[in-house]
C-alpha cells in the first residue's frame, strides 16, 4: 500500500521557522515528482513548492518563494519543505504529494499528482 506521511506540523509565531517531511512508503517515487501543496479553512488546494525526480528543477508559489525551500532525499524517499519568516497567511493543512508521471517535467497543478498525504496544520499566530 502506498503511503504519504507528512510531519512537523505545529503552532509557531509570525516570524518562526517549521520544517515539514514527509515519509513516503509502498514504492519509491525517485523518478517521480513530489511537491507540497496546502489547503486554508474556506479556500482551494493550492500549489506551494515541487521538485523534480533530477532534484534540479524547482517551482513554487508566489507566496512561497525567498522564504520556502523543497528538499528530497531519495535513498529515504522523503520530500522536505523548509519554511522561513512564516507569515499567519501561511495557516493551513499542509499536503505533500506524488506524481505516478515519470515524466522529468515538473507539474504544478493539483490533477497531476495522484499520491497524497492526510496533511499536517500549520498554524502562525500573528
Known amino acids: 500500500q502506498v503511503q504519504l506521511e507528512e510531519s512537523g506540523g505545529g503552532l509557531v509565531q509570525a516570524g518562526d521557522s517549521l520544517k515539514l517531511s514527509c515519509a513516503a512508503s509502498?514504492?519509491?517515487?525517485?523518478?517521480?515528482?513530489m511537491a507540497w501543496f496546502r489547503q486554508a479553512p474556506g479556500k482551494e488546494r493550492e500549489f506551494v513548492a515541487g521538485?523534480?525526480?533530477?532534484?534540479?528543477?524547482?517551482a513554487y508559489s508566489d507566496s512561497a518563494k525567498g522564504r520556502f525551500t523543497i528538499s528530497r532525499n531519495h535513498a529515504r524517499d522523503m520530500v522536505y519543505l523548509q519554511m522561513s519568516s512564516l507569515k499567519p497567511e501561511d495557516t493551513a493543512v499542509y499536503y505533500c504529494?506524488?506524481?505516478?508521471?515519470?515524466?522529468?517535467?515538473?507539474?504544478?497543478?493539483?490533477?497531476?499528482?495522484?499520491?497524497w498525504g492526510q496533511g499536517t496544520q500549520v498554524t502562525v499566530s500573528s
Open positions: 521538485m523534480s525526480p533530477n532534484m534540479v528543477d524547482t
Open positions: 509502498g514504492r519509491t517515487f525517485s523518478r517521480n515528482s
Open positions: 504529494a506524488a506524481s505516478s508521471l515519470t515524466s522529468p517535467l515538473l507539474p504544478i497543478v493539483r490533477g497531476r499528482y495522484n499520491y
